[in-house]
């Protein structure tokens, strides 16, 4: 199946700093989701992106696929302690089952 | 959210005995999916159901049987498990198999001892 990497695995911001995390392919993709788990929660789908290039917003949130098609990233601008949790990328090709990074864990000291 | 539910929320188990999971979806999915997630290896796919064929069991033990008697019912069968298999168990189901969005359960989370 697919290789993907996700890094950082884990960061520690204060509130209100930014926060960013990215995905990384070796082949290029057909498309990347994002997810997000909360703490004692289970993954619960973002977005997805599928356009070279695209970018993409929800709020503070700023989804990016690379020209290539082959990174993505995740950037959070002012954190809130509500965005605690770790987030997954998913990368999709074809009529493959999707495959997920091993998540950035995202820690937020108020 | 209870477009996907899942029973039981928790459970603990001996090593010698049976026991299964049960997962819904109400959304009118085609696709259903087991994970396990634990520490050591976050998302971890099991096994892949398109509508109600077993599609895709990635070398997992047999002491885990799967069943998926129609498209919105799957259930994972646990017998003679080891304590390396305590983690959250996750169904998620999704439009079609590939690569659309998924929708998580809220898990099981198994403790053998």
């Known amino acids: 199946g697919q290789q993907v990497m996700q890094i950082p695995q884990y960061q520690h911001v204060q509130e209100g700093e930014d926060f960013t995390t990215y995905c990384n392919s070796s082949?290029?993709?057909?498309?990347i989701q994002w997810y997000k788990q909360r703490p004692g929660g289970h993954p619960v789908f973002l977005i997805q992106?599928?356009?070279?290039?695209e970018v993409k917003k929800q709020k503070r949130l700023t989804f990016q696929f690379g020209e290539a098609k082959k990174n993505s990233s995740l950037h959070i601008t002012a954190t809130q302690t509500t965005d605690v949790g770790t987030y997954f990328c998913?990368?999709?090709?074809?009529?493959?089952?999707?495959?997920f990074g091993k998540g950035t864990m995202l820690l937020v000291s108020p | 959210e209870t477009g996907v539910t899942q029973t039981p929320r928790h459970l603990v188990m001996g090593m010698t005995n049976k026991k299964s999971l049960k997962c819904e979806q109400h959304?009118?999915?085609?696709?259903m999916y087991w994970y396990k997630q634990s520490a050591k290896k976050p998302l971890e796919l099991m096994f892949v159901?398109?509508?109600?064929?077993?599609?895709e069991n990635n070398s997992v033990p047999s002491r885990f049987s799967p069943e998926c008697p129609n498209s919105s019912h799957l259930f994972l069968h646990l017998h003679t498990l080891q304590p390396e298999d305590s983690a959250l168990y996750l169904c998620?189901?999704?439009?079609?198999?590939?690569?659309?969005?998924?929708?998580f359960g809220p898990g099981t989370r198994l403790t053998v001892t």
């Open positions: 998620a189901s999704s439009q079609a198999r590939g690569s659309y969005e998924q929708y």
């Open positions: 082949t290029t993709l057909s498309n």
């Open positions: 992106l599928v356009k070279s290039g």
């Open positions: 998913a990368v999709g090709s074809g009529y493959s089952t999707l495959t």
């Open positions: 959304l009118g999915h085609n696709a």
């Open positions: 159901y398109s509508l109600e064929e077993r599609v």
